[in-house]
Structure formats: C-alpha cells, structure tokens
C-alpha cells in the first residue's frame, strides 16, 4: 500500500486493486464539428488536457495497471438513445445526425472515436456507454469484479457531466475514486471548480482528487 498525496487527505492505494478509468476522450467533445461544438461550447478547453490524460496512461501503462476507456455512444438504430436525451439542449446537431465527423455520438462512427494520442492498445477495455455513467447499461461492473478492483483512479471529460456521475455510481458501489485533476476538465471552468469541490467535501463523500505528478509517483 502507498499513499499518495491528495485531497481532503492521502489517498492510500493498494496497487493490486487499482485502475485508471478513462471517461470519453472523444473527437466529439474535443473537436470542432462534434456534439460538444453542437451545443456551442468552446472545444479547445477540452483539447488542452491531453498532454497530461496521456501521461496518466502512459504511467498506467508502464507500471502494468489496468487502463479502461469509455465512450458516450449510441447504436445506430437509436434503440438505446431516449428522446428526452436526443432531444436535449436544442443543438445545432442532436445525437445520430449527420455532421462533418459522420454521425454524431454513433457507435463506430469517426468523431465518435477516442482521440488518437489517446487510442487504447491491445488488450485495454473500452466500454461504450448510452448514459452519463458508465455503470449504466453497461458490463464495467461485472468486469471491475472479475478483475478485483476496489479502487479508481478518473480522468477524462466533462468533470460535472459523465467523470462526476460515475464516480458517484462507482461510489455508491464500494469503489474508492480518485480524480486527477489535470486530466478532467469541463467546457465551464467555474462547473470543473465546483465538482472538483463537491467530490471532496465532508471526508472525500464521493472521492479524493490530487495532482497527475503525485498519482504517478505513488505507482511507480
Ligand atoms: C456530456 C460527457 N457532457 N462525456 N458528456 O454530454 O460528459
């Protein structure tokens, strides 16, 4: 076990039972012409973390600890997609139409995948999910078990959005979460802020929060 620098106090880590959980490093929320951009939000905000999401994985993956990816996705039939959902936000292109990356927010689809200095290597698990949390409708439950996992460590995107509800999911399911705070970021810097806040109050009530330099040195 190590303890590893953090928010409201160390995070002690038990580096059998950890894993790096990459929330939806997408083209569509990072580049111009996807679902972030369609709902008019400024994209470069999210592009200026892939430096440090990169060394997060590159740590990860150096010290043989498991790294998982997930991306917001639907089927292209939209069975999966409800209309409250597509409907939301009144976007410039909702879910599943048509834009300059192909369909948007499609399994499959271009701007649907995950940033390329971002892709997952062989034998990395990428759950694509229909919701805001990755434990929704998905396996990543069952296979965080089967893998004896207990504790997360999150990057990813948007910190308020889908990195916050499944670090809520995972807490409500036994998991110890911690967020890197450099490697999450929001298109609302004062939302990332207030998350970040909100995560750690009263005792870590959904998780720790620390630095990418002070994870990474507590896994090598
Ligand atoms: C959003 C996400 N913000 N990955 N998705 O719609 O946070």
Known sequence: MVDIAAEPFDFTAKRDELALVVIDMQRDFAEPGGFGASLGNDVSRIARIVPDVKRLIEGFRRAGLPVIHTMECHKPDLSDLPP???????????????????????????????????APVDGEIVIEKPGKGA???TPLGGIL???GISQLVFAGVTTEVCVQTTMREANDRGFECLLAEEATESYFPEFKRAAIEMIRAQGAIVGWTARVDDILKGIT
């Open 145 to 147: 078990q089967e893998m």
């Open 84 to 118: 409250a959902k597509r409907n939301r936000g009144r976007p410039s292109l909702k879910i599943g139409d048509e834009g300059p990356m192909g369909r948007i927010l499609i399994s499959g689809e271009p701007g649907t995948a995950i940033l390329p200095e971002l």
């Open 135 to 137: 434990f929704y409708a």
